[in-house]
């Protein structure tokens, strides 16, 4: 099995090149992520999850690859449970999530990150008020306080 440094040295080679909107390094949301589940009571495998939530959404590593890694299967399903499918509707994505054990810890850290006021600050205002308007309705969906 993969230790989680070496999980986290793969993430950050896989979105090596990848920014996210505010222009910052994508492998920055990927350890707030990381570090919000350990903060939570989070187990290694969610932490090694949430290294690795947006890889195969994002194409940095494709689904053949998490299906040959050498992770344990509870992280393989938190990563396939929080990979957006296109054209998904939001409530089918939340109850994937709802269903997965592990799952819901990673997503709620994720949109803490996402939501955060700070990291919001620096998009244009139309842009803020689409993402606010996503994160708040996903929080919903999934029962988590606002």
Do not use: C, F
């Amino acid at each position: 099995m993969m230790t989680l440094r070496e999980i986290e040295a793969l993430a950050r080679r896989a979105h090596g090149g990848q920014r996210d909107k505010a222009g910052r390094p994508y492998a920055e949301h990927l350890g707030t992520v990381a570090a919000g589940v350990a903060a939570r009571g989070g187990t290694d495998e969610q932490v090694a999850a949430a290294w690795l939530h947006d890889a195969v959404e994002d194409d940095a590593l494709t689904e053949e690859w998490l299906a040959a890694a050498a992770l344990t299967e509870p992280t393989k399903e938190i990563v396939r449970a929080l990979t957006k499918r296109p054209g998904e509707p939001p409530e089918a994505y939340a109850h994937r999530i709802l269903s997965t054990p592990g799952a819901l810890l990673v997503k709620e850290a994720d949109l803490a990150h996402n939501a955060d006021p700070a990291r919001l600050a620096v998009l244009d205002e139309p842009t803020r008020a689409r993402l606010t308007q996503k994160y708040a309705t996903m929080r919903a969906l999934l029962g988590l306080p606002r």
